[in-house]
């Protein structure tokens, strides 16, 4: 069983930044890869990046260059560094595991954190 904590999230204003946080717990072969998704009212969730405990990284293409992922195996925790925030990058933002990996469309091993609102305003 693992168990993902994320934090980090809140109100910020366009053109920000926020750092989010996951913290994995459980068996470590679980979270080989970590991640981030997001999710808008009436939407699909969609990836927003991920990363693999040797570092190989992957992101959401609209994303990438905006967004950083990052992580800490020691601590067993993934980090989501957003800047320049805009108002369409406003949603609930849910970290997520896998022992295999994480793409669009999320398989059944994934697990999920309880995820962290992320409001930005114009």
């Known amino acids: 069983q693992v168990r993902l904590v994320e934090s980090g999230g809140g109100l910020v204003q366009a053109g920000e930044s926020l750092r989010l946080s996951c913290v994995a717990s459980?068996?470590?072969?679980?979270?080989?890869?970590m991640g981030w998704y997001r999710q808008t009212p009436g939407k699909e969730r969609e990836l927003v990046a991920a990363i693999t405990s040797k570092g190989t990284t992957n992101y959401a293409d609209a994303l990438r260059g905006r967004f950083t992922i990052s992580r800490d195996n020691a601590r067993n925790t993934a980090y989501l560094r957003m800047n320049s925030l805009k108002p369409e990058d406003t949603a609930v933002y849910y970290c997520?595991?896998?022992?295999?990996?994480?793409?669009?469309?999320?398989?059944?091993?994934?697990?999920w954190g309880q995820g962290t609102q992320v409001t930005v305003s114009s």
């Open positions: 459980g068996s470590i072969s679980s979270f080989n890869v």
């Open positions: 997520a595991a896998s022992p295999y990996g994480l793409g669009s469309q999320p398989n059944d091993d994934v697990n």
